[in-house]
């Protein structure tokens, strides 16, 4: 048990699809964050949110949209993805953005595009 | 930008055995993080190294830091099937609100018993 929630955990969807990921965490932190693990590729940052504004954008498609309602509760809607938006999807949250914060993950999102 | 390395990509030992991974970076960085993946798991936070040439351990596993700051190891003595898992190194890139954490490819290591 790591304070990070995220459900589901797996998700099958269609490219015509409209579904959302959800990240929860009870740790009193002020910085969430989502990131995409694909086979092997580097865990790549997507978004980063500090205190429910968003901080970091790193060129990710406008198919995948964040929402940050408060600080302990993440999303991530999903629309329109392809094949090859099929990852591992991880948040994760740290007491702030800043030098030497560590991140404390959820056990992320298989997620499956067909 | 800032890249971190890391080697090798794979790693197979006979449980008993040493294991090494190493991390590089091509700048100088205020810290590095070290987290593991066990195999269907998640990144787990294991150590983070501060200073110049620091060397922290954890049991049987030896954290160093580069004097330059530019790279860093994870040794592990006497492997064990627990041990099985990706390990990443992280650095910081960027400061203040750009600040981001960049992970290596990561090293997996499989332990034959």
């Known amino acids: 048990e790591t304070g990070v929630t995220q459900t589901p955990r797996h998700l099958v969807m269609g490219m015509t699809n409209k579904k959302s990921l959800k990240c929860e965490q009870h740790l009193g932190h002020n910085a969430m964050y989502w990131y995409k693990q694909s086979a092997k590729k580097p865990l790549e940052l997507m978004f980063v949110?500090?205190?429910?504004?968003?901080?970091e954008n790193n060129s990710v498609p406008s198919r995948f949209s964040p929402e940050c309602p408060n600080s302990s509760h993440l999303f991530l809607h999903l629309h329109t993805l392809q094949p090859e938006d099929s990852a591992l999807y991880l948040c994760?949250?740290?007491?702030?953005?800043?030098?030497?914060?560590?991140?404390?993950f959820g056990q992320g999102t298989r997620l499956t595009v067909v | 930008g800032q890249q971190v390395m890391q080697i090798p990509q794979y790693q197979h030992v006979q449980e008993g055995e040493d294991f090494t991974t190493y991390c590089n970076s091509s700048t100088t960085l205020s810290n590095i993080q070290w987290y593991k993946q066990r195999p269907g798991g998640h990144p787990v936070f294991l150590i983070q190294l501060v200073k110049s040439g620091e060397v922290k351990k954890q049991k049987r596993l030896t954290f160093q830091f580069g004097e330059a700051k530019k790279n860093s190891s994870l040794h592990i003595t006497a492997t064990q099937t627990t041990d099985v898992g990706t390990y990443f190194c992280a650095g910081p890139r960027g400061g203040g609100s750009n600040y981001k954490l960049t992970f290596g490819k990561g090293t997996l290591l499989t332990v034959n018993p």
């Open positions: 994760a949250s740290s007491q702030d953005i800043g030098t030497g914060v560590r991140a404390f």
């Open positions: 949110y500090s205190l429910e504004e968003r901080v």
